[in-house]
């Protein structure tokens, strides 16, 4: 079993910045794909960021590119999602998730989490 714990949400003002950061831990999980998503209130989650196993690929979703960004470190069992310029739409509950495929270059925007976080609440006011 995978369990991956998020941290490094909370308030923050419009135009501000925050990192979350996702350590897995059961077994290793460098072999695979993970993602950030994002659950508004009354809305459907949602894929923010993803990332290939390698770190050689990445996706966005058009909402946050080019102000978040996702990157790991593997020897850490670990993903962070920095978010810059952050925006009152960007308040959600973000998850992290671990990719259910192993090795998964392409078609990250279709990443199918296996494992999934607890999430961390990410509050932004105008």
């Known amino acids: 079993q995978v369990q991956p714990v998020e941290s490094g949400g909370g308030s923050v003002q419009a135009g501000g910045s925050l990192r979350l950061s996702c350590a897995a831990s059961?077994?290793?999980?460098?072999?695979?794909?993970m993602g950030w998503f994002r659950q508004a209130p009354g809305k459907d989650r949602e894929l923010v960021a993803s990332?290939?196993?390698?770190?050689?690929?990445?996706y966005y979703a058009d909402s946050v590119k080019g102000r978040f960004t996702i990157s790991r470190d593997n020897a850490k069992n670990t993903v962070y999602l920095q978010m810059n310029s952050l925006k009152p739409e960007d308040t959600a509950v973000y998850y992290c998730?671990?990719?259910?495929?192993?090795?998964?270059?392409?078609?990250?925007?279709?990443?199918?989490?296996?494992?999934w976080g607890q999430g961390t609440q990410v509050t932004v006011s105008s």
């Open positions: 059961g077994r290793t999980v460098s072999s695979y794909a």
């Open positions: 990332i290939s196993w390698s770190s050689g690929s990445t």
């Open positions: 998730a671990v990719d259910s495929t192993s090795y998964r270059n392409y078609g990250l925007e279709y990443l199918r989490p296996g494992y």
